[in-house]
């Protein structure tokens, strides 16, 4: 059952995302792209679009995964606009953090090179060239790695074979079988599933069968254009479906003579779906179309008018939601919306129609850009892991709103997208997107007309990712531009973090004199104007310097200071880089069991957020205190799996030239103690850990078992009332939308929904969601 493959798939490794509804015929498809990928190293489903290519290659990925040592994974790439960041954004995907700036291969294909994985590559279309070129690239240098790709028209690589994706089978109109026959055709099938979530009394009967199989088939057998016939059920019957559907065509072929007839039904679903709104939704549906990704409600009332008021945000959105035209989703207990592709191209022909794009993007640039100013006032403070993971969700769209600032004419948007940039750094930084924030900002700093100070801010910013990515002689001339703009505006905070910054390049080149000298300087400024930021930053750098030069006391000292603010201000992103630099120092005056707590202490926050570059400093610090130990089998372990980290940050100890020393001394001691050939089994055990799992073996947490998922058997748990409550839960329907449906008060449908999540042991509307996907009555796939 699926909600039992799903939970396995999740324990397995792999990234594939759950199913929230349920999913109907393809055996036979499936069997020919198992096949095709057992022959070629990349196969490519094509076909228009809502046909079925992501949901089979889906499906696909999920039944195949096992057969690979590393599973299956998926990128979606339907949301990018930028081939330039093509390669990082995949390498983001499968969680690698990434690269340097701009399109990094090299990276990804050192990552894969041994791994043995599908790698379904989604929603290729608008990138069809670029795919072609790193699939291309992927293949010849990974041979364990096969691609799944879907895209409108196959890539054209050496060696891809192509599957033209087909409708779901539809019945002959000529020959109608009786009506009982239905279930032969996976249309049919997928239009009654729908129709059951929409009326949970339709049933297909000796009366509707044969109106159901004309139906099937003027829709073509297109999955989405099913789908969207089916929500106007809640106001028509089966006849007036079709009568009205038969309308539309004429409508549609009246437009476009001498178009093919096929392929139509979807075009003649979505115009009829724009009909059927009001003005506000039509103008909504239009303005909504600038989002990248999915987005949440705060948002869309932005850009939707700001003259509605947020009721009228509110009502418009469900609206949409209601006609099928938004996909509502829940996150972390968080509702989210999302247009379908199909459905976000059509909105933007309406939208460049109108002639409103680019004040629409405006908006949403405008959202997004005081989204991340606020992001760079609070950072500092006890909200830095819910901020990380808020701009996660929105990366799609903070990609977009950059984008979309510099392909505007107005240098002034430039300039907005040189601010968010240097704003998004810390984010960046944590997420080791350092490549893509080179990338944004050498592209803002050529185009946009900044203030000297913001120039300023961008340049430091600019360097400093270069600096981590080890490139000093890039990163010098960024920084001395910097340093004279500030000198010459006289502005100190600026003048003390570039100041700071060129103290941090001194020590990652080992100067610590200087470094010492440099960053005591900008403390001092930090503290006279009262910057938390700076401050943190620059007693976690000094204390660092200190220690490593001997000054074990002194260094401790700054450190024990910026724990005490990090915990007074509830912060972890700074506590946990002064824990690691505690660590360091215990170690090198030989406390040993001092460094192992705080290296410890200081990777488990950086686990929070998925800080990579911090994650890497830890784990190899803790390997140098494991041989330290005489646990030299550990050490080795974590070697490797610290090796692994390096890599896919990008980056090496040999950037951070004091740390590189140590780095190679217990390395090389490791390596003598166990003997070469026992340190490499080692080694290469922690270095094929995923990243989770190297932190577990790191933080020495006993791999826990997960319990059995829940056999997905009868009898039904639920009540009947707390079933139709789950059914429509799977229907993405809010509470307030089910309460309005069953006509009762909204805090019994809020009772109902504990009491679903309790029985099942659930935590997310979600999990609901893919359990009765997972009741359906079994598919002929199984
Ligand atoms: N075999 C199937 N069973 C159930 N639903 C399907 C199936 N194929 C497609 N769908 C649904 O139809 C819609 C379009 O499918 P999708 O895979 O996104 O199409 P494409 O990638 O070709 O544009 C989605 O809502 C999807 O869930
Ligand atoms: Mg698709």
Redesign the pocket.
Known sequence: MESTARTRARETGGNLPVDV??????RREITLTKRLLAESRVVTLT??????????AL?VATSMRRVFRDKSWRVELGELTDAALLADTISEQLSLGNTTSGNDVHTLIEYLRHREMLLVL??CEHLVEACALLVDALVQACPGVRVLA?SRQSLGVAGESTMV?PP?QVPDPEHLPPAEAYEQY?SVR?FV?RAKAVLPEFEPSADNGAVLMRLCHHLDGN??A??LAVVRLRSLTLHQLEERLTERYELLTEGRRGAPARQQSLRALIDWSWDLCSEQDRRAWAYVSVFSGSFDLDAAEHVIDDSVGHAGAVGIVHSLVDKSVLMYEQEDGEGRYRL???LREYGQEKLDAAGERESIECRHRDWYGALVERFATEWIGPDQVAWVNRLRKEQANLRAALHSALADADPHQATVALRMATRLGQYWGIRSLHGEARHWLDQALVVAAASPLERAAALRANGWFTLLQGDIITATPLLNEATSLTEREDDEIEHAYVTHTRGMAALFQGHLATADDLIETALASFRHHAAPHGELFALFGLGLVRGLDGRSEAGLALLGECLDTTTRLGEVFWRSYALWAVSHIEFSRDALGHAETAAKDALRLQRRMDNRLATTFSVDTLAWIAHRQERNKRAAELFGAAASMWEVTRTAPAFYAPFATDHGRHESRTRAALGEEEYRKHFDRGYQLTTGAAIDYALEVKQHTRAAPRENVHPMPLTRREREIADLVAQGRTNKEIAEKLVIAQRTVEGHVQHILTKLDFTSRAQIAGWIAGRKPPDSSH
């Open positions: 509804t349920s999913f109907v015929g393809r076909g228009p679009g809502g046909i079925g290519k992501s949901r089979l499906r989604d929603n879907t994706v779901l996976a997928l599933e999955p989405l099913i789908e379908p592709h199909a």
